[in-house]
């Protein structure tokens, strides 16, 4: 007589500050428990933080499910990391950009069917500052709009809201001197915005870098040192497209490690949070993070090259 294997354990975690993140999830649920996982919900938490929830938690659990954008699973990850418990994600987000890296659906009920059925996939964690991110950091234009972007915005306009508030802002922007410091070289650049990447898509579907994966063991760094704020017009479909490291206005570059300087301390946006400030020491954490996702993804569409001395 065979014995059925017990039912997973998921711990489930939706963020109600999200944009999708009232929505009601019978139908996620169902999907979970047709694939053999048994779903307790747990109230987001008022006090502390989702990574203290999550590390008094994780022992009763064999998975946890996280409803939410890539700031709601910045949140978690220190946890996720520490503890090893794998990732299932509801993408409820504005952006989703974390789970569009890994190919995840963006329908929340496809996603619960291939957390149910799949394999977690052991990706990598950047780090800055001991802090860690899914995606991108960065430090300038982006911070800035992550400062400015409200959560009643993004709830409301969606990817339309960094539109509006990024508009806004880059005509009032201005450079900044920083001192890049890696594999060896000190390098002075004045920058209207310094990214350094984990995975590829950020900011509503931008890509770092049209080759990079979140499983690579490697930072995408680059530098948009443009002369005037309308230049970054020309360069909005190579940012889309990952390939901004071929003009002669971006210094680009892949590492492992890399500090950014500045005179003044300037905050550093992770996944959306404003978590830290300058100076920041940039690192890779290989495979730190297990997540239910698709297989690996496929191969880019252009291959990457440091080539920021020709003009696209």
């Not at 065979?2 to 998921?10: E, F, G, I, V």
């Not at 690579?216 to 020309?234: A, I, K, Q």
């Not at 490690?257 to 400030?277: A, K, Q, S, Y």
């Amino acid at each position: 007589m065979s014995l059925s294997p017990s039912p997973r354990r998921a711990l489930l975690l939706v963020n109600p500050r999200a944009r999708m993140g009232r929505t009601p999830l019978a139908r996620e649920r169902a999907a979970l428990e047709a694939g053999g996982i048994d779903v307790a919900a747990q109230a987001w938490p008022q006090t502390g933080t989702l990574s203290d929830l999550i590390r008094r938690e994780a022992a009763g659990f064999d998975l946890a499910v996280i409803g939410g954008g890539d700031g709601t699973l910045n949140g978690a990850a220190a946890a996720l990391a520490d503890t090893g418990l794998p990732l299932g994600v509801l993408p409820l987000g504005t952006a989703n950009d974390f789970a569009r890296t890994l190919g995840i659906p963006q329908d929340t009920v496809a996603a619960a069917r291939l957390i149910a059925t799949g394999t977690p996939r052991a990706v990598d964690l950047g780090d800055v500052n001991g802090h860690p991110f899914l995606n991108v950091a960065s430090i300038g234009f982006s911070a800035d709009l992550a400062r400015a972007l409200t959560h009643d915005a993004k709830r409301r306009y969606g990817v339309l809201g960094y539109a509006v508030v990024a508009a806004r802002l880059l005509a009032q922007s201005r450079l900044f001197t920083a001192h890049v410091v890696h594999d060896g070289t000190v390098e002075k650049v004045r920058t209207l915005q310094v990214s350094v990447g984990n995975g590829r898509y950020y900011g509503g579907g931008m890509a770092v870098a049209s080759d990079a994966t979140a499983e690579d063991g490697r930072l995408d760094f680059y530098s948009l040192e443009v002369d005037h704020w309308w230049r970054l017009l020309g360069l909005l479909p190579a940012l889309r497209r990952g390939t901004q490291g071929r003009w002669r206005d971006v210094r680009a570059f892949r590492t492992t490690e890399v500090t950014v300087e500045t005179r003044r301390p300037r905050p550093v946006n992770t996944d959306g949070e404003l978590v830290t400030h300058t100076p920041a020491r940039f690192s890779i954490r290989p495979r730190a993070l297990r997540v239910y996702a698709r297989t690996a993804a496929a191969a880019p569409v252009e291959p990457f090259a440091d080539t920021r001395f020709i003009r696209s």
